[in-house]
């Protein structure tokens, strides 16, 4: 009998001590008054990133003339699909209305930079690109875009009510919103690490990825050129680095200050050698700030200063409470994806369109080959020509370019056209039929198109590519060794010109 009296008051003194800890979340982070502010700048600048980025790219890809355009997708949405399952906040598809919206969230992204209703800010950042990446398809389908949104959510429940948020405001997040960045940095490292595992891809289990993945990946820039060119030895070691980097560092940010210190720096230092060998957008800047929060005030040049009175916002509980709820979701949404539990399934279904928390794993299998997509026009079907490309390579002496953090969308997702068979249902016939139409939209997300007049025939080509040697750069100015072409589609034919 006592052994169970004991065993009660063993659970009943760790439940009174897990009640403490979940009361102390609630309470303002004192030690991040001034890196919550300078977080909320950087998130401000990731925003018009890719705002602006989306803005340049607009009219090819979402227009009334794009190759997606969003009308017709915002009314298939509306007639088929629940708001609550595919939420947006576009009232209209007009081609103004949309890009009203680009404006209102690029000057929304500049007001919380500049510290202006930062709550209020941060809201329409979320709204304006959550709506963009629902019904953007496969041109806003990435991981980056739903982790920014990810952090959007949850650092908006933490933002003051302020009309102007200046470095010397006392106000303080909830220690709750620091945990929370901790669980998205510790989600979206240890998963892109475990998926690798789990995978079962043997460039992984042999540690051979780095052999293949400079060339390879999506858009490699010049120093990924260099990057190649490492022995083995040391690509082996730094995928080892990158393993331990991923699968171990995790946990340590729920460890003591100093011991965190080292996995946050881990973390950035990772990010920063990510940048350096491949053109990943804002990806890696985004994971850098969220890292940034595993440190405290004391990393700035002037230290935290003691406050008399802490500012902070009303409806405390209230905001806490939502940021507890964001926090179960973002944990059941990982053991969902090993334990299926339906009631817990069923809810993160329903709010997977909100993109509250989101599965991450990045590079779970490796590409081995590097096959470019090209399209050859011709207007006699003996002479061809082709479209070049303004980002991926287009032939054998085309410098590898640095382009994050902007993202060239269509550059990027012919690249997944290549790893595929040739698919009758893919957005590339759309692309065709723009061509075929001679858009001027699309025609500019081009450096170059063949023919002023529309083009009577099109016809996607698949070529391989290889980065080139130091002898080759050096004699004859190639940064890559290209292979014969290989037709990918039927020849099209275009509809629009009559016979």
Known sequence: MSVIVRFKTYIAKYFQHALVYLKGLSQPATTHRKLFFYFSKALGAIFFIAF??????????????????????????????????????????????LWAMLALAMGASLSLILGFLPLISTVICWMSYVSFVNLGSVFMSFQWDVLLLEVAFFSAIAMPTCIKWTATSSYCPPKLFILLARVCCFRLLFFSGLVKLLSADPLWAKLTALNVHYFTQPLPHMLSWVANLLPSILDKLCVIIMFVIELVVPFLLFAAYKIRKFAALSIIGL??????????????????????????DSILPVANKPIAKMFYYNGTRFRVAILSFILIIAVSTELVRFVRVPVMSSLLTKLQGFHIASTYGLF???????????????????????????????????????????????DWQCWFVSLRAYNPNSWILNLADRLFQNKNAVNKLFAKVPFERP???????????????????????KWWQVGEPLQYSPVFENPYLSN
């Open 364 to 410: 779970a299998s490796m590409t081995t080959v590097r096959n470019e997509l090209e399209i050859w026009a011709s207007q006699d079907k003996q002479n061809w020509k082709t479209y070049e490309f303004k980002y991926k390579p287009n032939k054998s002496t085309d410098k590898p370019k640095w382009v994050m953090p902007h993202q060239p969308r269509l």
């Open 271 to 296: 990010m920063i050698i990510i940048m350096l060998t491949g053109n990943y957008c804002f990806f890696n800047l985004l994971t850098i700030i969220v890292a940034c929060l595993c440190f405290n």
């Open 52 to 97: 602006l980025s989306l803005a340049v790219q607009f009219n090819g890809l979402y227009s009334s003339e794009g190759i997606l355009p969003i009308n017709s997708t915002l009314n298939y949405v509306n007639q088929t699909i629940d708001w609550i399952k595919l939420p947006h906040f576009f009232m209209t598809s007009a081609d103004s209305y």
């Open 455 to 477: 083009p009577k025939y099109l016809v996607f080509v698949l070529r391989n590519y290889t980065f080139s040697t130091p002898s080759q750069l050096r004699k004859e100015n």
